[in-house]
Structure formats: structure tokens, C-alpha cells
């Protein structure tokens, strides 16, 4: 069976990779602690796992550069 990289997930997954209570994600998205996740097709919201990496290693200021936060 193929193996893929995901590079974009759901709400619930990204509070999951950040190991954070999905309302407390939802929070810190709404502040702009987070990133915010992209439409990618009419009411299909997904969270880039690049974006989520870069914050979790502290790279910010691409993300300030990019308004993704």
C-alpha cells in the first residue's frame, strides 16, 4: 500500500498534532496565536501541516509575512 504525507487536515486533526483541547485551538486560532485554516473548496476548510510545523519550531515570521497569522 502507497504511504502519503498529508499536507493539509481537518480542525480536529490539527488541535490533535499541537496535542490541544479543540476548543482551546479554536480560541488561539480566533487571537491569531494560530494559524487559520484555508477554504480550499466551498465550505472545505483544511489547516496547512507546513504552517502548523513552522509554528511549532518557531519559524513566525514567515507565517506574519504570509497573513497566515
Known amino acids: 500500500m502507497a504511504r ?4 493539509m487536515v481537518r480542525e480536529e486533526t490539527a488541535a490533535k498534532m499541537l496535542q490541544l483541547p ?5 480560541d488561539m486560532v480566533r487571537v ?14 483544511r489547516w496547512d501541516v507546513d504552517a ?7 519559524d513566525t515570521q514567515d507565517l ?3 497573513g497566515v497569522i
Open 4 to 7: 502519503f504525507d498529508l499536507i
Open 32 to 45: 491569531n496565536w494560530l494559524p487559520r485554516g484555508r477554504e480550499i473548496a466551498p465550505g472545505v476548510i
Open 64 to 66: 506574519r509575512d504570509d
Open 22 to 26: 479543540l476548543q482551546k485551538f479554536r
Open 52 to 58: 502548523l510545523r513552522a509554528l511549532a519550531r518557531g
